[in-house]
């Protein structure tokens, strides 16, 4: 939960965006405020006109400038109601999209462990909802709001004039009325913030309920997750209920408070005409400039409300944009007189910034030759997948270094970086568009040539056989390809992408053993002047690599060729060989296995 | 109905022609009749309020003007008694005012969240009926958008609408009342100003349903585009599409903004508009008033009051504009709403199900054939048995259909021809629950849902307790990463560190499946990520599970290309095109020279 913020000072944040546009908006203002002025006109000139020119036996001219009169300030209040709507809505809609595209900006820049903490429920309820509801009140309720207190202002003006006891009377009711606008205020935002957070966050359970639709499925969990939904589903309605509840008592403060008033100011004022103290004829104007007014501070409870509402949506803007981006490149970035790719890791730390007792990777040294192929094993959960995460900058380390040739990764360009190391990782993301542009996508080339050769190399020939071929929409909106296929192309992705540095997270999980080793050897002679780091569950993995690195326990604790390690070092044989070892039950199955496959053979 | 518009079929076109115009328009009608129907008792009580809260409101100035033509006089003739008696009442109708509108702003609330919570849950539900095979082509971003801005619309609609519009109506009547109680000619004059005002609403309507239902088309787009983004955040990173995609969202913004504005604009025609008829009913009637007064027909009086009833009459109308708006609006979003409803789950629980309480696991392929939709045959005619208790693993290259047996099984599609049965029961008569109690699937894509890792096991069993849950986990080998965690099994999965890598999130799918204990197990790749240590305990869990600890084993379903999983098979099946084109134990058909023995010679080279 947020804290609390003044109401100005939040709105005030608007100020960068809504300044170019502050002359329309006065102008809307103005027109507004013409438009209900003559309004409230027509009715004293309709009296007037009629009372002064009208007789029976009287010139026809005085009926027909009557009716043009009348006709002419009709079409005014028309052609006022049409302007500030002119003036307002495109700044106000132009705003509100800025906004939107600078917020979507903001958030890819923000580093990634923002997105492990942020469900996109939430952020597109920012995007979505809280910038719609901003714009209607900047373009009606903002308006509307300054209209309403200078009528109520003037109105008050007037009534002073008329009679200033009866207009004490009235104003006394403001006494109350500010009091509980102070409450309602408090009360208001802290509803409103949570049920647009509760909104937010069933976003996100819809979102999740959808991608994870197949698990649900397969376990027959629909009814939990329908019951789960039902339930914050139940919440939010809970708390928009109560967010009424509050409008409600608002309302009915405003609108009893100065009818109360007017009551006592009825008694009151007949008795002042009863003792000649005022004329009946100020009596009556007093009462109709009270009807006037009435209803815009009636209307005052909805507007507050709304502008309420639109701070907290200027609140939880901010809260985004507010959160900086850590992971930025340096504004004089330096980057290494040669380019050759040797990749350094200098006492490399990792923990997760809310979890920093926890570290999941401790003083990692390791040297990668450029050119040279590298293989990383070790156990689930020994830290594989956050050392290859450090290297594109996805996350940055909490200690040491590492270095590309020489130079602090953090004194790079993050782009420049990100365009000399290639990642491929284990969980694909495929975006909805063609193959092309798919596997095209980090490349600097985008011809027909590099997109070739990298479905070559990575065994992808399917995709010409696909509906449309190459030009096939994949993805989310597009068709649905199998695992295998799947890794195939983003293994293209990132090969297509040529960089100086490629990570690949265990790029061939997916594949059965024909094509792993297709891919396999179109690798190597790719790999021979690429800078490599892969990591490997598998021997025939490895057996990419020139040189392996063991991580054990976010530690490297060994580094050396596959048969030296295999010699060498038990924790190794154990994470890699599966033909020895324990389970042993397994292991005589397996050589019996293939005692009788050799007999049979023969 | 035509069919060109069933379901989400033709979702992203504003322009529809006449007759598939009406066809949603009513649909939308339809949907939107049967949310108020279960509240229409709500619904008139809010009403009955809006309308006497309105009487109570016009109280206040009756009793002004008895006060000053009255009490005053009275009270000038010493007695007070109608003084008091005004001030009574004026208090009495402010306190009924002020209570009443109090009363319908938290009903027309209550009316609008039982109507919207109705719908969300009905939209839930039923996209989570909704096969595999709409998931596959309708993407989360767009089903996002249907359960937020498209609710959003609907919202704005019942929040501001059922008041104004009540209000609104009954001011107009009783105006009008007045207005032919004064002086009939005038009283059809109001009237025939309502002949303009229908053309520019029909104008209007006719417009502003394309507006609206282009805004609805490319908000999906912009949110679709959104939660792409967001949720492949890392890939986004990793190859430098930021510039391409803030180019796209921004185009789709500037889109969005363009319709909003057109929608907008519609509005600041109608609404001025209907204003302007209104001012000009007014001129027309001092003119032709105005002249019977010269001639004598009619009193300045009457003249005087007709003209400011008229003008009191147009007042509302800004009011119905804007309802009318809304409700463009809201139907526009209904209309794709009520779409994504009408689809039709092309896997559908049976009306009379077969009860199958404990199932033994023998798997019968009769003469199956399958085909997606009406695409190419994928599997042709199948015969396959699979007694229960037999571990069967199924092998073949990426794209020979093992995953497509697998979904068959699992029932994520349904055969097109033949029979596919548990224990002698058609899988398409055995109801929801005995399907996934006893079948259940474990995929490459181990998807966890935010909370905590407990949690996440528990999917396998809800009611299973915290040592049930351990157990499980032990037994794949997650146990000890899981207790690593800040939390342990309360971890997060989203939180302080509970981020865990593909290999882990395997495991717990695995503990997933391991909970669920169902008779049937099927794995497709469910080990690609794991490493041989963790997958070695994979498979000695795994081995447990089959044996049993009840009397009889399990049957399984095994797709794996690491042929040490497939080793422990007591079966082979290799699948190449649909068709199972070897079968047997490992051994012969290692023996045997095909296929098998192929792959497993060229995995037998790629260890060590």
């Given at each position: 939960m947020a804290k609390q913020t003044l109401f100005f000072r939040s709105i005030s944040r608007l100020y960068p965006h809504v300044r170019p546009i502050i002359p329309r908006l006065l102008l809307g203002l103005l027109c507004a405020l013409l438009a209900s002025i003559v309004a409230l006109a027509i009715p004293q000139v309709l009296r007037v006109l009629v009372n002064e020119s009208?007789?029976?036996?009287?010139?026809t001219e005085a009926v027909w400038v009557a009716a043009g009169v009348i006709l002419v300030l009709g079409v005014a209040e028309a052609v006022l109601v049409a302007l500030r709507r002119q003036f307002v809505i495109n700044p106000a809609t132009t705003v509100e999209t800025r906004m939107r595209v600078s917020l979507y900006g903001h958030l890819q820049e923000l580093a990634v462990s923002f997105h492990d903490r942020w469900g996109s429920g939430q952020l597109l309820s920012r995007a979505m909802t809280d910038l719609n509801f901003l714009r209607r009140w900047m373009a009606f309720g903002a308006i509307m709001l300054v209209v309403t207190t200078l009528t109520v202002i003037i109105g008050l003006a007037a009534m002073f004039w008329m009679s200033w006891q009866l207009a004490l009377i009235f104003l006394a009711a403001a006494v109350p009325i500010t009091i509980n606008s102070f409450r309602f205020r408090t009360r208001f935002s802290k509803v409103a913030r949570r049920s647009q957070d509760q909104a937010g966050d069933l976003a996100t359970t819809v979102e999740e309920s959808v991608h994870g639709i197949r698990v649900l499925k397969a376990f027959g969990r629909s009814r939990e997750a329908l019951e789960n939904f039902n339930e914050q589903a139940e919440e939010l309605r809970q708390t928009e209920i109560e967010k009424a509840r509050h409008q409600a008592t608002f309302t009915m403060v405003v609108t009893l408070l100065p009818e109360l008033a007017l009551g006592a100011g009825l008694v009151v004022g007949i008795i002042l005409c009863a003792g000649g103290q005022l004329s009946i004829g100020a009596l009556v104007a007093f009462f109709a400039t009270a009807a006037v007014i009435a209803s815009p501070v009636e209307f005052s409870g909805m507007l507050l409300a709304m502008a309420l509402t639109a701070k907290t949506a200027v609140d939880r803007h901010y809260e985004v944009m507010d959160?900086?981006?850590?992971i930025t490149g340096p504004s004089q970035p330096s980057r290494p007189?040669?380019?050759?790719?040797?990749l350094r890791f200098n006492d490399a730390s990792f923990a997760f910034e809310d979890a920093?007792?926890?570290?999941?990777?401790?003083?990692v040294n390791l040297e990668v030759r450029p050119g040279e192929t590298m293989a990383l094993v070790g156990i689930t959960g020994s830290g594989k997948s956050a050392l290859i995460q450090l290297v594109p900058r996805l996350f940055d380390v909490t200690d040491g270094a590492i270095t590309i040739d020489g130079v602090?990764?953090?004194?790079?360009d993050v782009q420049e970086l990100r365009r000399m190391v290639s990642v491929a990782f284990e969980d694909t993301t495929l975006f909805s568009s063609s193959v092309r542009d798919n596997v095209l996508l980090g490349a600097s080339e985008r011809s027909d040539a590099v997109l070739g050769e990298a479905l070559d190399v990575a065994q992808a020939h399917f995709a010409y056989s696909?509906?449309?071929?190459?030009d096939t929409l994949i993805g989310e909106e597009g068709l649905s390809l199998s695992g295998g296929q799947r890794q195939r192309i983003a293994l293209a992705r990132a090969i297509a992408a040529r960089p100086r540095v490629l990570v690949l997270?265990?790029?061939?999980?997916?594949?059965d053993v024909h094509t792993e080793e297709l891919v396999e050897a179109r690798l190597r002679e790719v790999l021979r002047d690429t800078t490599t780091l892969i990591v490997a569950h598998r021997p025939s993995t490895v057996a990419l690599a020139d040189r392996v690195a063991l991580l054990e326990d976010g530690r490297i604790t060994a580094v050396g060729t596959h048969t030296e390690l295999l010699a060498g070092n038990a924790h190794y044989r154990y994470v890699?060989?599966?033909?020895?070892?324990?389970?042993r039950d397994l292991d005589t199955e397996l050589s019996e296995l293939e005692d009788q496959a050799e007999e049979v053979t023969r | 109905m035509s069919t060109a518009t069933f379901g989400t079929a033709n979702e992203d076109n504003a322009h529809l022609s006449k007759s598939d115009s009406r066809a949603v328009r009513r649909r939308s009608l339809a949907l939107l009749g049967s949310l108020i129907r279960p509240v229409r008792l709500r619904f008139w009580l809010t009403i009955a309020m809006v309308v006497l809260s309105q009487a109570t409101r016009v109280a206040g100035p009756a009793l002004i003007a008895f006060g000053i033509d009255h009490a005053l006089p009275a009270l000038q003739a010493g007695d007070n008694l109608p003084l008091v008696f005004t001030g009574a009442a004026y208090l009495l109708a402010a306190v009924a005012t002020a209570g009443l509108t109090a009363l319908y702003v938290t009903s027309t609330a209550r009316l609008s969240q039982a109507m919207l919570l109705d719908l969300r849950v009905r939209v839930f539900r039923h996209t989570q009926r909704l096969s595999l095979e709409f998931h596959e082509k309708y993407t989360s971003g767009r089903i996002i958008a249907r359960q937020t801005s498209d609710l959003e619309a609907l919202r704005e609609l019942l929040d501001s609408g059922v008041s104004s519009l009540a209000s609104g109506l009954l001011f107009m009547v009783f105006t009008a009342i007045t207005v032919f109680a004064l002086d009939w000619r005038s009283g059809l004059l109001v009237l025939a100003a309502g002949v303009p005002m229908f053309f520019l609403a029909r104008w209007y309507q006719k417009h502003s349903q394309i507006a609206f239902r282009e805004s609805r088309v490319v908000s999906a787009r912009l949110i679709v585009h959104f939660v792409e983004t967001m949720t492949g955040i890392r890939a986004v990173k990793a190859f430098r599409k930021e510039p391409e995609n803030a180019e796209t969202y921004g185009q789709l913004a500037e889109d969005y903004r363009k319709v909003t504005v057109r929608s907008i604009n519609l509005n600041g025609i109608f609404q001025p508009g209907l204003v302007l008829i209104g001012n000009v009913c007014v001129a027309v009637v001092l003119l032709v008033g105005g002249f019977r007064v010269l001639t004598g027909d009619l009193a300045v009086g009457v003249l005087l009051a007709l003209i400011l009833s008229t003008k009191r009459f147009f007042q509302p109308v800004d009011q119905m504009a804007m309802f009318y708006n809304s409700f463009q609006s809201a139907q526009a979003a209904l209309e794709k709403v009520s779409g994504l409803l009408e689809e039709v789950p092309t896997v559908r629980p049976p009306k009379n199900p077969v009860p199958?309480?404990?199932?033994?696991g023998a798997i019968d392929f009769k003469e199956v054939e399958f085909r997606?939709?009406?695409?190419?045959?994928?599997?042709?005619r199948l015969n396959l048995q699979i007694p229960a208790g037999q571990t069967v693993a199924l092998v073949g290259q990426?794209?020979?259909g093992k995953s497509t047996l697998a979904k068959l099984i699992a029932r994520f599609y349904d055969v097109t021809s033949g029979s596919l049965t548990l224990d002698g029961v058609d899988l398409r008569d055995l109801s929801t629950t005995d399907l996934r109690r006893n079948i259940v699937m474990v995929t490459q894509e181990a998807f966890l849902f935010s909370g905590t890792v407990a949690d996440n096991i528990a999917?396998?069993?809800?009611?299973?307790s915290r040592e049930e849950i351990e157990e499980a986990a032990k037994a794949v080998g997650a146990h000890e990463f899981i207790l690593q965690l800040?939390?342990?099994?309360?971890?997060?999965?989203?939180?302080?560190?509970?981020?865990?890598s593909s290999g882990q999130r395997q495991l717990i799918s695995f503990a997933r499946a391991f909970l669920a204990r169902p008779a049937v197990l099927i794995l497709d790749e469910?080990?690609?990520?794991?490493d041989i240590p963790s997958e070695r305990l994979v498979q000695h869990g795994l081995a447990q599970l089959l044996a049993g600890t009840d009397s009889a084993g399990r049957t399984a379903l095994i797709i794996a290309h690491r042929l040490s999983t497939v080793e422990t098979a007591d079966r082979v099946l290799v699948v190449h095109d649909g068709r199972i084109v070897e079968d047997g134990s490992p051994a012969e058909l290692i023996g045997g020279g095909g296929r098998f023995a192929d792959l497993h010679g060229a995995w037998k080279d790629s260890l060590v």
């Open positions: 009208l007789k029976p036996g009287g010139a959160t900086e981006n850590t007189r040669h380019l050759a790719g040797a920093p007792d926890k570290p999941i990777l401790a003083n602090d990764l953090r004194d790079f696909l509906p449309d071929g190459v997270d265990d790029p061939l999980s997916a594949l890699i060989a599966s033909l020895d070892q324990e389970p | 199958l309480p404990g199932a033994r997606y939709g009406h695409g190419p045959v994928v599997v042709p990426t794209g020979a999917l396998g069993r809800p009611e299973a800040p939390d342990g099994y309360d971890t997060d999965v989203n939180k302080r560190g509970g981020r865990v469910a080990t690609s990520s794991l």
